[in-house]
């Protein structure tokens, strides 16, 4: 199983990025697959997660209304849509996946992912 996160890159606070994790080698259809960060000296965080096919979607307080997570499970794609970004969203972003169904108790816990792909660089300059 491999995802192959990409969509990073340099933007300007303010401004957009999508980024884009496709998953190989089995689905994920009724999975929880999401978006993790990790900003350098600190620890991975939670950004958002969704079980897909109008299950439940769970986000970070800190990206609330501004992110927007979604997926194609015909592509096995997940997506994250960045938008009003500040330089506080600067980190790298690695996408996972969650091996078994239904929903842990925690679905921002990083230890309910069993899959993850490399990570994207999201840079936010002031």
């Known amino acids: 199983v491999q995802l192959q996160a990409s969509g990073g890159g340099l933007v300007q606070a303010g401004g957009s990025l999508r980024l884009s994790c496709t998953a190989s080698?089995?689905?994920?259809?009724?999975?929880?697959m999401g978006w993790f960060r990790q900003a350098p000296g600190k620890e991975r965080e939670f950004v958002a997660t969704?079980?897909?096919?109008?299950?439940?979607?769970y986000y970070a307080d800190s990206v609330k209304g501004r992110f927007t997570i979604s997926r194609d499970n015909a592509k096995n794609t997940l997506y994250l849509q960045m938008n009003s970004l500040n330089p506080e969203d600067t980190a790298v972003y690695y996408c996972?996946?969650?091996?078994?169904?239904?929903?842990?108790?925690?679905?921002?816990?990083?230890?309910?992912?069993?899959?993850w792909g490399q990570g994207t660089q999201v840079t936010v300059s002031s």
């Open positions: 996972a996946a969650r091996d078994s169904g239904g929903t842990p108790a925690r679905p921002g816990k990083t230890s309910n992912y069993d899959y």
């Open positions: 969704t079980r897909g096919s109008g299950g439940s979607t």
């Open positions: 080698g089995r689905t994920f259809s009724t999975n929880f």
